[in-house]
Every structure is written in C-alpha cells, then in structure tokens.
C-alpha cells in the first residue's frame, strides 16, 4: 500500500490506522501509548475532639458600684447624686486608683411615682449614676470597697466585684496546649484500635474559642461588717477538633 492509499484509509477509520500491516509515513517510529494513571487510593483520616482548662489566681478586680439620690425636683436630685460621685471618686483615688482605671457607666434621672389606688402621683425624681472601679492591686480589693461605701454613705450601691486576670493570653495558651495534646491523645488511640498507626496531622480547628470564666462577687456579699474578700481562682477552657491521616 502506497503513503496516499495509508493516509486515505486513516481519514476513512476516523483518523486511527488500524492494525500493523501499514508503516507509518516517513518512516516515523510508532508513538508509545501513555500509561494509564494509577487509581489514588482516599486517605483514611480520624477526627478527635480535644478539651483543654487551665487555672490561675486572679491579677486584678473591677469594683461595680453606683450613687443614687431622690429628691423632690430633678435639680436638687442631680445636685445631690453629682455629690455622691465626687465623694465616690475623692474616696478611690485617696485609694491609689488611678483616674484610668475608673469609667462612668451609666447616668440616669428618674421621675418616682406613687402608685396606690387613686392616680398615680409624682412625688419627686432619682438620679443615679454608676462607675466601674479596676483595682490592680488586688489585695486592697476590699479597703476600696469600704472606702466607697464610707464616702459615699446611704447614697453608695455596690453592685459586685469581679476578679480576673490583667492579661487572659497565657492562661488561653496553656488551655490551647492541653486541648491539642487531649485531642491527640484520642487520637492516637483510635488509631491503635484501628490497627494502624497515627499519621500527619491534616487540620485542626478551635471550635471553642476562649470560654473565660472571671470569678463574680455579688454586691450582697458586702452588705454586712467588715469587708472579706475570696479571690478564687481565674478558668479558661478551649475545645479543638483535630483530624489525622491513619498509615
């Protein structure tokens, strides 16, 4: 068969030459056909949740306190509740607070009702106002306590005190340690049961990210005598899912 008559019957098959009678034109060697690719085998993965906790003594707390005052008209209920609150802020910076470390968090004026059986009647208006105290010296937590509610006098609320740690960050980084090393633990134990043994780790992700846990004293607690204060300790805890190629 001539090279015309081999390129004819190629177009006439659909671009293919069959069989391995007719040689390729010009000679050309035959092209060597490409290996199939092997099947990849899916990678066989164990998914392990992990918890972690880690305590500490609490660094620091943040006093909660308020002054209120009623009077007959909002003016004089103002003029008395703004008493308060200088008396309030002389008594915690004679405390060493420093003027950083105390907020305003709120400011209210009230009008009072009495509700009986008539109408109801207008019978004056109360002020309030509340601040937020950071003591960073936490062993004089109470002496600040008994400062403000000195100072203050009947017009002094304390709302509660909160002890926690200046700086969570190290106290969060030993909760992230112990939840990788529990979720790798249970991991590595899956994978002995399995029969096979713990291989890279894939992925891990934080699916509880920093549950802090500050210790709240309520404002009751300091109602009675001489102000005692119990600090506790400061518990941060993560949880973390890890997956791992098993070999």
Known sequence: MSVTTALTAAALTGGLLLGGAVAPAFGAAPAAAAPAPAPVADAVTVSAGGEGRASAAPDMAVLTATVEATKPTAKRALAAQSAAADALLAAVRKQGIADRDVRTEGLSLNAVYQHTDRPSKLTGYQAGQSFSVKIRDITRTGAVVEAVTQAAGDAAR?????????????????????????????????????????????????????????????????????????????????TVTAVYELD
């Not at 029969?195 to 846990?213: F, I």
Request: charged share 30%; proline share 4%.
């Open 158 to 238: 304390i709302n509660g005190v909160t002890f926690d740690v200046a700086d969570p960050s190290a106290l969060r980084a030993r909760a992230r340690e112990a939840a990788h090393a529990d979720a790798r633990a249970k991991a590595e134990q899956y994978a002995r049961l399995s029969g096979r043994r713990l291989g890279r780790l894939v992925s891990l992700a934080e699916t509880g990210s920093g549950m802090h846990r500050p210790l709240d004293v309520p404002g009751a607690a300091f109602d009675e005598g001489k102000v005692q204060v119990a600090t506790g300790e400061i518990r941060e805890e993560v």
